[in-house]
Structures are given as structure tokens and as C-alpha cells.
């Protein structure tokens, strides 16, 4: 399987998000919905990573949620603090060779491909700082 190098940025507001800080919880078939919005249809779930790594799923600033399609992989940062922060998906091909990043302030955060994952007050203030070079299985 090959995964295409794509990156791209959509500033929307917050889905579903519950007071405090969030405490929010999707079911499948939200995130089945928002796979299909964002990414394109015939998508899966793969992975829901809660970030910073190591907090409590309840308590997470973001959610690093990957699914896996036909030939190509997709990945969504979910803002999980209420309001537009800094944000950054970087994407590489499968050699490392050619990169994508893109970056701003936003309310979610998607690219396809292996990828780091940045959210803070700033970039200088970096709460999540994310990197994971096999976001999916690959061949």
C-alpha cells in the first residue's frame, strides 16, 4: 500500500465539544461521519491517539485520530480545547524525501500520511508535540 503525500488545513469550529475541558466522547458513527466529510468516503478508523501521550483520554487537548482507506491513509488533529490554537501537521512520503507542512490556528487540523502533530498557545508554547512516522501500517 501506498499513502499519497497530501496535506491540508480546514478551519471549522469545534465538533461536539462539552463544557470544561474536554470531556467530549465520539461514538463510531460520528467518527465514521467525519471521515467521510473530511477525508473522502470508504475510510476506517485506525487509530484515536489522546495527546499530550500519556493524559488521561478524558482530560486531552487534542485527539490525533488516523484512518486508513483504499491506497491512500488520512489523519485529523481534533482540537479538544474549545477554541482556535496553534496547530501543525507536517506529512513525509514513505522515503522521508519530500515533506509537506503546513501550520496556523485552528479548530481542527487534518493531512494524510506518516506525520508529526504540534498544538499550543503559540509555536514557542507547545503543549502536544507529537511524532509518529507510522501513523498506518504501510508496505
Request: neutral net charge.
Amino acid at each position: 500500500m501506498k499513502l499519497l503525500n497530501i496535506i491540508t488545513l480546514l478551519s471549522t469550529t469545534s465538533l461536539a465539544v462539552a463544557g470544561g475541558l474536554d470531556t467530549r466522547e465520539a461514538n463510531n458513527a460520528d467518527l465514521a461521519t467525519r471521515a467521510a466529510t473530511i477525508c473522502g468516503s470508504g475510510y476506517e478508523l485506525n487509530k484515536a491517539i489522546p495527546l499530550p501521550k500519556g493524559t488521561d483520554p478524558k482530560q486531552r487537548l487534542g485527539t490525533l485520530y488516523t484512518y486508513i482507506g483504499k491506497d491512500k491513509g488520512c489523519a485529523i488533529l481534533d482540537n479538544n480545547v474549545g477554541k482556535a490554537q496553534y496547530m501543525y501537521v507536517g506529512v513525509c512520503d514513505l522515503n522521508g524525501k519530500h515533506c509537506d507542512k503546513d501550520s496556523g490556528a485552528f479548530s481542527h487540523n487534518f493531512a494524510c500520511a506518516p506525520l508529526v502533530a504540534k498544538m499550543g498557545q503559540s509555536s514557542k508554547s507547545l503543549y502536544i508535540d507529537y511524532k509518529d512516522e507510522y501513523g498506518w501500517a504501510c508496505e
